[in-house]
């Protein structure tokens, strides 16, 4: 039995305390409260690409002791959703439920704003387009283009299906004439023009080689 009466000073005012931590809990009143979370899209197929518009976030109406609706408690909520079970393109509703939601212990979830996200998806593809070489504005008086040299002139895109079949080229970033003298080459970025649609990783530089001279 001495396992109970040593340190039992110690024993009781560990046990004071987790009294009045249990109390404070308990006595806690309970209210709701609405806060902004980040979506993630998880395990998405290698084969597919989410074509339409992302949410990037949902409301999520959350109830518990009002000592746990702190902001720094919820700070890590997110909605996540699984997209493993995909195979094939099309499009796909979730309904946010609360076992979408990651929420910190003692927090219950009640709804979200929207209930639901739509998403279509489509088979990833590349192909190759032609750079097209923008200046910034015409060659200055009493000159013209008179050499134009793109390396590569072709470059591959990546992305959704239809959005990569609806690029037939890619415009690379202005070039200012008004400082060119003889032949001058610049490292430019090629822009495809749509934000699900990128380069791949060697083709994410051009370079563009332009000569002046006089205009007849």
């Known amino acids: 039995m001495s396992w109970i009466t040593d340190n039992w000073g110690l024993k009781l005012l560990s046990l004071a305390v987790a009294v009045l931590l249990w109390l404070a809990t308990v006595g806690e009143p309970e209210s709701a ?8 899209y998880r395990n998405i197929p290698a084969t597919l690409e989410v074509s339409s518009e992302m949410s990037d976030s949902a409301y ?7 000592g746990r609706l702190s902001g720094s ?15 094939k393109p099309g499009e796909r509703t979730y309904s946010i439920q609360a076992e979408n939601v990651r929420l910190p212990a003692g927090v219950q979830f009640l709804r979200a704003v929207p209930a ?27 000159m013209r283009i008179a050499k ?40 430019v970025h090629p822009y495809s023009g749509d ?9 994410l530089m051009v370079t563009i080689k332009v000569g002046l001279e006089k205009s007849r």
């Open 116 to 142: 639901q996200i739509r998403i279509r998806l489509e088979y990833q593809v590349s192909r190759e387009v032609p750079v097209v070489v923008r200046y910034a504005g015409p060659a200055p008086e009493g």
């Open 60 to 66: 999520v109406e959350v109830r518990g002791p009002s």
């Open 148 to 187: 134009q040299e793109i390396q590569p002139q072709l470059v591959r895109i990546l992305g959704p299906e239809s959005r990569v079949n609806a690029i037939d080229r890619v415009q690379t970033d202005p070039i200012e004439l008004s400082t060119v003298e003889g032949v001058q080459s610049f490292q």
């Open 33 to 40: 409260t609405v806060i902004a979370v980040p979506v993630q």
């Open 73 to 87: 408690n919820l700070a890590n909520t997110v909605v996540v959703l699984d997209l493993a079970s995909q195979s």
């Open 195 to 203: 934000p699900q649609v990128r380069l791949v990783k060697s083709d």
